[in-house]
Each structure stands twice: as structure tokens, then as C-alpha cells.
């Protein structure tokens, strides 16, 4: 990198707008707002220990923000030692080592502070990137992908409503809305299940429960929340499925799904695929078009909800890691 035209300094509030600009051309269309990326950074750093450092580039001639990285430890699979990073420069300033020098710089970060293993994951088929994930020690352990659905053209045909057998069983559906998103049962009901059905989720590394502050912040509390659009199952006041749709500013023709999960003891009786249903339901009957997920490869179960409804897949990641051995000791 020629440091006499590019400078390197601390990332600050300010350059989430230039960040969220800067992803998009990376992911047009799919990026997160300025707003969203600030509200899911604070809430990353509820967690106690939690460690992030972010770096940004200017270009000296003309003060535009082209490149910025991050290390950072994450939330649902947290280990003192482990650690996702990295680094984003704008496709016009690609190719005159400012990825390097940022990633340099940060893995130098991560081993000075007892890093054993580094996460990142690159857009399977853009080549520069693979080449630097690949020149930089990475090997795939997995793909995750991101499909849509065109709401008007969703099979339901493939999941009849079961509501009133699931009844004499005393199993209810609801909403949040319907429950109460500010009643602090409800919450404390809610984290629970989350907890219990996020366990044995697939991802790298081991699961690491966040705390009740985190949850509240990320599922309840972010700029995209839509409680009528927030599906449960209950059972006595026991919560025992949930899947969640919420707003994304970027697409406003269309609505995430997020966490989708069953409690274990409820798991084997199309809990899932009812709470499916009933969110494509929604999207329909609002004049949603589009419905967007993200799956891990691994997660076959949902995947083929997911298939059985007519997703389709867009976009696929592949998900790396590198080894940096023992920490180091002083």
C-alpha cells in the first residue's frame, strides 16, 4: 500500500454510513444501513470480554473512505480465542495492497492477544477475493447461501394447516404482537427458547449462549422488529417454536426471515413448517414480494422447508478458517 497516498486510522462513528455504502458494492442490494450495522455493534458489545477493532482508509487526494477492516470476536459461537476478521476496499482501489495491509495489521492484533483461529467468509466466485482468502491461509469449511423466495409464487400446497390438531395437543400459535413485545415475561419466555433451539444450530465453532441484554437487543429491540410478523408456538406459557420476519431498509419490497427453531422436546411435528407457512402467509397478505434467508449448508432440516416453499438460491459464501496454533504466552 503507498502510505503516502493512503492513510490508515481508527474507524468512528461517523464512517457507518461510508461503511454501509462501501458493503454495497460488495453485495449490491443486500447490504446493511448505516443505522443497522450501528445498532448490531452495540449490541455485540453488551457481552462482557467482547472484543472489536476496526480500521479505516482514506485516500490523501481526495478524503474518500475506500477500504475498512475489522477484527472481532462474535456472539453465538464466542471463545476468548477465536476470532472473525475482515477486510473490505472498494473495487476501484482493489489491487494496490490496501487488503494486505489491513489484514496484516490485524491478524498481527489478534496474535499479539492470544488469537488460536481466525473466521472470515468471500463470495464464492468473486476471484480476487478467493485469491486473497486463499493467499492468506484460509480453508473452506463450509458454504452458506442466501435464497429468496417470490412470495406470489411460495408452494403452501406442501405444509395444510394443522393448528386445530396441534391444539388438542395443547399447542397454540400466536405472535409477539398478540403476546405483548414489552411484557417482560414474554422476553425472558422468548430467551429461553431461543437459547434452547439455538443450541445445536450449525455453525463454526461451539455454541456460546449470549445473555438476556444481547437477545432483547438483537431480536427485540433492532431497527427491522415487525411483532405482528414474529410466529410462535406456545405450549402452557412455555414457549416452543418461533420464526421471525423483519424489515431490512435496503429492500423495502421485501422481508428477512431470521431465526427459525423448535424446542427439542417439540422437535418431529411440523412445528417449523407451520410457523413457515404462516410467515409466507403474512408477506401475501401484505404485498411483500420478495422473502430473503440465509442457510447454512449444514442445516438441512430448514433447507428443506425452505425448498419445499420455492426458495431459491442467490448467493453463496464460502466460510473459512485459519489455524494459528497456541496462543501466545508472555
Known amino acids: 500500500m503507498d502510505t503516502t497516498r493512503y492513510s490508515i486510522r481508527p474507524f468512528v462513528r461517523a464512517d457507518f454510513v461510508a461503511q454501509a455504502r462501501l458493503d454495497d458494492l460488495h453485495d449490491p442490494g443486500f447490504a446493511p444501513s448505516a443505522e443497522e450495522h ?3 455493534e452495540a449490541a455485540e458489545a ?10 479505516a482508509v482514506d485516500d490523501r487526494r481526495s478524503g474518500a473512505f475506500v477500504a475498512y477492516a475489522e477484527l472481532t470476536h462474535t456472539s453465538f459461537n464466542y471463545h476468548p480465542h477465536k476470532y472473525w476478521i475482515g ?15 489491513l489484514y496484516t495489521l490485524l491478524e498481527r ?31 473452506t469449511l463450509r458454504r452458506t447461501w442466501r435464497s429468496r423466495l417470490d412470495v406470489a409464487r411460495a408452494n403452501l400446497s406442501a ?3 394443522r393448528s386445530a390438531e396441534w391444539a ?26 431461543s437459547d434452547a433451539a439455538s443450541a445445536d444450530v450449525p455453525r463454526v465453532g461451539e455454541y456460546s449462549p449470549i445473555s438476556f441484554e444481547q437477545f432483547v437487543q438483537i431480536d427485540l429491540e433492532a431497527p427491522g422488529v415487525v411483532p405482528e ?36 422436546d417439540f422437535r418431529g411435528r411440523g412445528i ?13 397478505d401484505h404485498g411483500v414480494r420478495y422473502l430473503v434467508t440465509n442457510n447454512d449448508s449444514l442445516n438441512r432440516p430448514i433447507w428443506a422447508i425452505n425448498q419445499k416453499l420455492g426458495f431459491q438460491p442467490m448467493v453463496t459464501w464460502l466460510l473459512g478458517e485459519k489455524s494459528l496454533g497456541a496462543p501466545r504466552t508472555p
Do not use: C, N
Open 272 to 284: 417449523a413448517s407451520e410457523l413457515k407457512r404462516r410467515a409466507v402467509e403474512y408477506a401475501r
Open 109 to 139: 492484533e489478534a496474535v499479539d492477544r492470544g488469537a488460536i483461529v481466525l473466521w472470515t467468509d468471500v463470495r464464492e466466485g468473486d476471484a480476487p477475493a478467493e485469491r486473497f482468502y486463499a493467499r492468506h491461509g484460509f480453508a
Open 159 to 161: 405444509f395444510p394447516d
Open 87 to 101: 477486510a473490505y476496499v472498494d473495487p476501484t482501489f482493489q489491487g494496490q495492497g490496501i487488503g494486505t495491509e
Open 168 to 193: 388438542k395437543q395443547g399447542i397454540r400459535l400466536t405472535t409477539l404482537a398478540a403476546e405483548g413485545i414489552e411484557r417482560p415475561e414474554v422476553r425472558h419466555r422468548l430467551y429461553r427458547l
Open 38 to 40: 450501528e445498532h448490531w
Open 46 to 55: 453488551v457481552r462482557p470480554g467482547h472484543f472489536k477493532k476496526k480500521f
Open 229 to 264: 410478523a414474529y410466529f410462535l408456538a406456545a405450549h402452557g406459557e412455555q414457549y416452543v417454536g418461533m420464526t421471525i420476519l423483519s424489515r431490512e431498509q435496503p429492500r423495502p419490497d421485501s422481508l428477512h426471515v431470521g431465526f427459525t427453531g423448535t424446542h427439542p
